[in-house]
T-cell receptor
C-alpha cells in the first residue's frame, strides 16, 4: 500500500537556522505530494504541494522538490523563525480521489 | 470566502453512545473528506464524499459512517462509541475529487469518550 515516512521529531533549532525535514514515500501509482502544517490547537494548513516529478513547491520561504528517483519530498527553509514552530506533515494522494496518506508528523521547535 | 467549519468543536460522550459531527465545506467545493487524528495512529483517512456519493473509504469499522447533502455539507456518525474513538476529527473540502486537488481543513471536532 501507500505510505509516507518522515524523520522523527522533535527538531529543535535556533532562530535563523537552516531547516530540513526528510520525507520519503512508497506509492502504488504516480502520487501528488504535499506538506501540511499544524499550529498548536488548530487544524491542518496546506504549506506547499507538487504534482509531478522535478516540480518544486514553495510557500512562505519553505521549499520541497518532488524527486521521483529517490521517492523523496524533503522540506527545507533557509532561515527559520520562532513563528514556524509547529508540526509538519508530509502526505501523498494517488489514484484519483481525495484520500491523503500522511506521515507521522515532525514537531519543530524554534528557539530565540 | 469562509473556510471549512465544523460543529461542534468539542464533545464529551460515554461508551456505547453515538455521535454525529457536522462539516460545512468552502462554498463551491463538492468534495468532503474526513480524517481521524490520534496520538497513537496519527492522521488516518475515514472516507470521502463527492456529489453525495462516497468515493473512497478508509479501513475503519462499519460503526463509522457518513453522508453528504445536496448543498455539499457532510455529517459523520459514530455508533456504539468506544474509548479508542477519542480523537480529533478533521474535515477537509476541495473543489473536485482528484489527487492533485488541494484540500482545505477545518479546525476539527475534539471527541472525548469516557
Amino acid at each position: 500500500g501507500d505510505s509516507v515516512t518522515q524523520m522523527e521529531g522533535p527538531v529543535t533549532l535556533s532562530e535563523e537556522a537552516f531547516l530540513t525535514i526528510n520525507c520519503t514515500y512508497t506509492a502504488t501509482g504516480y502520487p501528488s505530494l504535499f506538506w501540511y502544517v499544524q499550529y498548536p490547537g488548530e487544524g491542518l494548513q496546506l504549506l506547499l504541494k507538487a504534482t509531478k516529478a522535478d516540480d518544486k513547491g514553495s510557500n512562505k520561504g519553505f521549499e520541497a522538490t518532488y524527486r521521483k528517483e529517490t521517492t523523496s519530498f524533503h522540506l527545507e527553509k533557509g532561515s527559520v523563525q520562532v513563528s514556524d514552530s509547529a508540526v509538519y506533515f508530509c502526505a501523498l494522494s494517488v489514484g484519483g480521489g481525495n484520500k491523503l496518506t500522511f506521515g507521522t508528523g515532525t514537531q519543530l521547535k524554534v528557539e530565540l | 470566502k469562509a473556510g471549512v467549519t465544523q460543529t461542534p468543536r468539542y464533545l464529551i460522550k460515554t461508551r456505547g453512545q453515538q455521535v454525529t459531527l457536522s462539516c460545512s465545506p468552502i462554498s463551491g467545493h463538492r468534495s468532503v473528506s474526513w480524517y481521524q487524528q490520534t496520538p497513537g495512529q496519527g492522521l488516518q483517512f475515514l472516507f470521502e464524499y463527492f456529489s453525495e456519493t462516497q468515493r473512497n473509504k478508509g479501513n475503519f469499522p462499519g460503526r463509522f459512517s457518513g453522508r453528504q447533502f445536496s448543498n455539499s455539507r457532510s455529517e459523520m456518525n459514530v455508533s456504539t462509541l468506544e474509548l479508542g474513538d477519542s480523537a480529533l476529527y478533521l474535515c477537509a473540502s476541495s473543489l473536485d475529487s482528484r489527487d492533485t486537488d488541494t484540500q482545505y481543513f477545518g479546525p476539527g471536532t475534539r471527541l472525548t469518550v469516557l
